[in-house]
């Protein structure tokens, strides 16, 4: 992945965390925990990346 592409994903991460972390319902919250954290799989990407 280009620098671009790790950035727009970086920034779409970071907008996601910042949503689950608004949100009062755990629901929510575990759901988007888990896509995000599916995702930083996926990519390979570890919060220091972040």
Do not use: A, F, V
């Amino acid at each position: 992945m280009d620098k671009r592409e790790k950035s727009i994903i970086e920034g779409l991460l970071t907008s996601l965390i910042g949503i689950m972390e608004e949100t009062d319902d755990p629901s929510t919250k575990e759901r988007l925990d888990e896509q995000i954290t599916q995702l930083m799989n996926d990519l390979n990407l570890t919060w220091e990346d972040m």
